[in-house]
């Protein structure tokens, strides 16, 4: 699923590590998602995936080294989450863009959601674990810890949207 989402610097080629599939959303479950998101975008400030395994908050662009515009309020939220997460368990997680501290990934659905469906903050979160599959005994300590980080990312949405607009 994650190659189904168009992208500058995928490829077309299906041998490619970064073959964006035969066309843009081709799978039902990407089609799902991008017409909700779609429908909903004027709501949507954050959007967050999970994946395993790393311990990497990630955040746009994956198919450059370019940065965005937004990159300071990206890189200030994600070390704040970042933050939040160590003081749980003491996991320590890595913040920046995934072409800048790990490879080039084309087609992630974070950058589809900040580059077009315009969501104000976007990461991919890559827990910790036991690589791809990680073993059960970590899974609440994992649940857990990153629930923190989604406190501070609806920390972010509260004094952005919420309180600005009871101002209003």
Same mark, same amino acid.
């Given at each position: 699923m994650l190659e189904s989402f168009s992208a500058i610097g995928a490829s077309d080629d299906p041998c490619s590590e970064i073959y964006a599939g035969?066309?843009? !959303?081709?799978?039902?479950?990407?089609?799902?998602?991008?017409? !909700? &998101? *779609?429908?909903? %975008?004027?709501?949507? =400030? &954050? #959007?967050?995936?999970?994946?395993? #395994?790393?311990? #990497? @908050? *990630?955040? $746009?662009w994956g198919y450059t080294s370019d940065l965005p515009e937004n990159e300071p309020v990206l890189r200030n939220v994600g070390e704040a989450a970042? =933050?939040? @997460?160590?003081? =749980?368990f003491g996991t320590k997680y890595v913040v920046g863009s995934s072409t800048n501290i790990l490879y080039a990934a084309a087609g992630g659905s974070d950058d589809w959601m900040m580059g077009v469906a315009g969501a104000d903050l976007s990461y991919t979160m890559?827990? $910790?674990?036991?690589? !791809?599959?990680? $073993?059960?005994?970590?899974?609440? %300590?994992v649940g857990i810890e990153t629930f923190e980080a989604f406190k501070i990312f609806q920390q972010f949405v509260e004094e952005k949207y919420v309180k600005k607009s009871l101002l209003n």
């Amino acid at each position: 699923m994650l190659e189904s989402f168009s992208a500058i610097g995928a490829s077309d080629d299906p041998c490619s590590e970064i073959y964006a599939g035969p066309n843009a !959303f081709s799978e039902n479950e990407t089609q799902a998602l991008r017409d !909700f &998101v *779609l429908a909903n %975008s004027n709501t949507i =400030k &954050v #959007y967050l995936t999970l994946h395993s #395994y790393g311990q #990497y @908050l *990630l955040h $746009p662009w994956g198919y450059t080294s370019d940065l965005p515009e937004n990159e300071p309020v990206l890189r200030n939220v994600g070390e704040a989450a970042a =933050k939040a @997460l160590a003081a =749980k368990f003491g996991t320590k997680y890595v913040v920046g863009s995934s072409t800048n501290i790990l490879y080039a990934a084309a087609g992630g659905s974070d950058d589809w959601m900040m580059g077009v469906a315009g969501a104000d903050l976007s990461y991919t979160m890559e827990l $910790p674990g036991g690589r !791809f599959d990680p $073993p059960p005994s970590r899974i609440a %300590s994992v649940g857990i810890e990153t629930f923190e980080a989604f406190k501070i990312f609806q920390q972010f949405v509260e004094e952005k949207y919420v309180k600005k607009s009871l101002l209003n």
